[in-house]
């Protein structure tokens, strides 16, 4: 499993903990509780700005949730064309929006802002014949785990403002993100013009939590109603907001996302290494949240299999690659023996 | 909270200590995983059929997906109209499927074969102005917390047959039928006409577990698509299957089932012995699951909630009514001094 | 055909010469031509209100066009069961709007303002497991040939301004209804709260033509892409609005209706006389408009086709019945040829 | 005018005196009339095969219902990116079938067969993350006035069979197409492997008609349903049929769309001729329709404008650019002066 994803590890043991902790008496179902309360609170205090927030148990969940917040079903949203919300979600932002997904490409997972400028300017029009351009949703980290710097959300900020369309934030690795970024949250959230984050927890550590945070009041005024709709209103409320309160408490969200990034800095520091020993290695992209795209040779990849090590292949441009995901819990030492096995390969090759 | 509703509670201890131990070393997300595969067969076993088993997270989510299943988007879905599919999922089978529901009325939430063979017959035309009849959904225990006996289920079946409509059952409170019915699962499912059934595991001990049983394996073809597509495939999928592997291991699920009927067999018999001194107090439905419905006076219902005891006020056609509903942890002793508190009420009254 | 519908019937003389006149030179497409400018002017004289006007072309997409205005995917949406949107329309309101539509019953096709307070007052709450009640919709004339009166639609806009949901009207034959009342068209419309109104004109003698007139321009702002976005913008838009003007044009529809109208009295009259010697003969409904549903004995039924007579069949508690509808076109002495067969039939069965 | 739409200008005198004769008594309405029973028998002959034939009013409805007929929601459908139904449709096929439409692209709006099965390739996969292929949408004529060759067609065709997705042909300017081929039309429909054909008429000189043209009989069962659910079953029906029946009576469709490819090649000529005078200037896609996309400098369209024509600049990669558009009814002596007055302006530019 070791590289393969960090959904296919397990659940931090302070997330198991809070469950156990939760499992204690009667309280009211659907929300109603003292855990959904608190977690309100205090993402209030992470974002040092007043919030709504929804529990819901997938990212696609948040994400489809979130966009139907923002755009009518004659809306268009934009998106970079490798994200989540464009192709692996199998239609859901469509099914709860309505709306149509434009994918816009851009290098490293991300959309730039002269992009989005440029196709905004492209599709606003009075023509009833296209759909009006409602929404832009970027990924934080990318799909390619890459991380938007402060500056870069704010300038697509600026152009959504210009063209009066609002902004998504799909946060299934925002803790990764935030982790490698290390500023204030709200830097690259509602000061960034975010009007809602997919906030992810699952992937960071949790069983099976995601939280909806509503930057604007306003917008959240029926987001129960298509939670309910969308089938997505857990009863015992309870136990998933206990995950994310323990997942946001003491800062356990950003502890468990350094240290996955950190492995995966060391992998690719190790792998960099190596590389002038391994023909036409290299990181497709710049590693700074918790996944690696690296080019490798067929016959190191092949080695790296036999020496018992799990990923999944990815598609090149040219050549042969592979992802490397780490997790909250992903070892050290197994790590450390990854980098020696890639480095034992590379001696080999040449 | 005592009476308020099965979702209310906590999670069986079998349950926590199955998602503990589901907690180990890495696995492949999205349900390829042992624990789920595990279930598929053991549900094979309970149903004595071959079945697609597919977990979610939410009641609505397992109804919703089930009836998109069957029904296309010009059909239509029969229900009782006080189904939960009916007035308490905001429109997510409509959603999903696309479907219109069409409400029938019966006696303690059940749909009786007559009723459904009027309305399908009356609603079967080659005018496509009218909507195809697709579906029957029944719920079982009922709303009313009544419980269909496989007669009267396979009377539905034939009429369903006649119409070639299909049948759905939702199985919310599946596990408190089966207590009470005490006959083989395959009695009151396939062998009773039922398509695909929503066995329902959060209310009877679970965190958050539902699964989707389908009994002919071609309507199973793209029930993943549609999953995925409604945010419902979770990750980490090995621990709602964990939960629904211990929920059915072991008769774990009647044994938790046949506790919460007893428990509301006791409040019925010490409601019952109090009513002569009662005015106007009666069971408003037989009490077969684990929910009574009891009209009472508003002096009694006062005295009970001046007692402490919790449960919400029910909608009744003359005087007042409340529901009471136990659960796999009811206590007994809460329940008895229930019943003494209604005893002494009915003193008081007299 | 003679009494079959008043969709069986063909084009107003008036109708098709504004459709030669049309065919004159180029315009511009999808409604960007003077006659669509000119029926916006003409229809706000005839409201003595600011409107906006949006031609289709059946009245199935006017109808689910506006309800898709008024109520959101998560609303709900009260009509009486017996009305074309609930029965006849193959799930277009759903479709188009993704709302839930309630049925209400009432005398006569009518709602009630009492029926819908109390459905109004009962399903208004916080929970998100309901849909929010959005808005009514109601028919005028009715499906049973019965027409609102003001104080009806008055007490209705009540109700509906109480509740704070919208009021649409399905005005397929409000022609008909506005002959029958002989007055201001804003008392039964804008004045009475109605929001939006499908203004038919198919059955009052154009080709295909209906308008979605919007008093509260508000509401107006998206209607031309959800018209498109249905497949309902005509590209030769002229051709639909040449029609609606020729039809509202010196009350030409006034005229019409009218006549169609008073042939309904004329059969009504006959039958009434006839049915002292036709054993259980009555008519169903109020004679309002032009549709008559007759109560007759099976022999005078079957006397009447016999006799070259063409009408449908309807429902009827007890007995049979048909229904008769008549046109823009009928002609007056198969009206009277009519009563005369039933007088003879009558004569018969005594 | 001139030169601005093929739906700027008005309807064929054929069309207009069918409508006349159309108007003679009653009918059936909906479909179930003579009119509507010919075109099929006709259009069978036409196509040398069975089909079953659904009019629409306008050529959205009749792809988006078309679509909808070819693909599940959690399906995807291919097009060129900038054919109708991805870009000027507002979101009716997705509306329709709830599928997604994923954007190629291709010379002169074309698919390549190749690109096609690189895209069909990388799309099928088990992953229900993933929506599924369903099917694929032509346009013949192409937005850019091109028209795909029967043995292109026929690669597509091996294509779609090979991935098993469904084949749909737009043909809002079938007509002109055919014009332009001169083979049967087999060749370029089921023959090609087309399923389901929007056979457009609106465009071609008829008032608001179009045809959905089905050839595996299959595939027709419930489009009926699909089109009333839609808003799109025309009551009076023997109005757009009786459109239809003229249009391709007697080879009418093709006479008429001769005329205007004429036109259109005409205009081509005579542009070609004065180009090398004009800098820049050049036909941006091969002419084989009724459309052209010329480049054009600046000061060339503003003297033609100056001198009257009418048309709209188009988007070009470089320079400025302009559409023309010719019509059944295009004035020849229109064209001749357009193309003098091109010459005139490239002897002024030299």
Chains 1, 2, 3, 4 share one sequence.
């Not at 469509?94 to 440029?118: I, N, Q, V, Y």
């Not at 990181?283 to 996944?291: D, F, K, Q, Y």
């Not at 992802?323 to 980098?339: G, I, K, S, Y």
Request: charged residues 20%.
């Amino acid at each position: 499993m070791t590289f393969i994803s960090d959904n296919a590890v397990g659940v931090a043991p302070e997330i198991m903990s809070a469950l156990m902790e939760a499992n204690r008496g009667p309280t009211m179902p659907y929300g109603a509780d003292d855990w959904t309360r608190r977690i309100e609170r205090k993402m209030a205090e992470i974002f040092e700005h007043e919030v709504r927030v929804f529990p819901v148990i997938t990212g696609t969940a948040a994400n489809a949730l979130s966009l139907a917040t923002l755009a009518p079903p004659y809306g268009s949203i934009y998106a970079h064309e490798e994200a989540h919300v464009m192709t692996d979600e199998c239609g859901a932002p469509e099914l709860f929006s309505g709306a149509k997904l434009r994918p816009l490409s851009g290098a490293h997972g991300k959309l730039a802002a002269e992009t989005l400028d440029r196709a905004l300017t492209r599709d606003t029009t009075d023509d009833v014949h296209q759909v009006i351009p409602a929404a832009i949703s970027v990924t934080q980290a990318t799909e390619a785990g890459a991380v938007y710097k402060p500056a870069e959300l704010q300038a697509i900020a600026e152009v959504a403002r210009r063209h009066k369309v609002r902004l998504h934030m799909d946060g299934a690795r925002f803790a990764n993100a935030m982790a490698f970024l290390n500023v204030p949250a709200r830097q690259v959230t509602w000061e960034a013009g975010i009007d809602v984050l997919s906030f992810g927890a699952t992937k960071g550590g949790c069983m099976a939590a995601e939280a909806v945070v509503i930057f604007d009041p306003a917008l959240a005024t029926h987001f129960g109603h298509r939670r309910m709709r969308g089938g997505h209103l857990v009863s015992k409320m309870r136990f998933v907001s206990a995950q994310l309160e323990a997942y946001i408490a003491d800062g356990l969200w950003l502890k468990l996302a350094r240290h996955a990034n950190a492995m995966a800095q060391r992998l690719a520091q190790g792998i960099t290494a190596a590389s002038p020993h391994l023909p036409g290695a290299k990181l497709l992209h710049p590693v700074e949240a918790n996944e690696l795209f690296v080019q490798l040779p067929a016959a190191t990849i092949a080695g790296l299999r036999e020496a018992g090590f799990a990923f999944y292949d990815w598609p090149a441009e040219e050549g042969t690659a592979i992802r490397l995901v780490t997790a909250f819990n992903t070892d050290a030492a197994l790590v450390e023996q990854f980098v020696k096995t890639v480095k034992d390969l590379a001696g080999r090759a040449t």
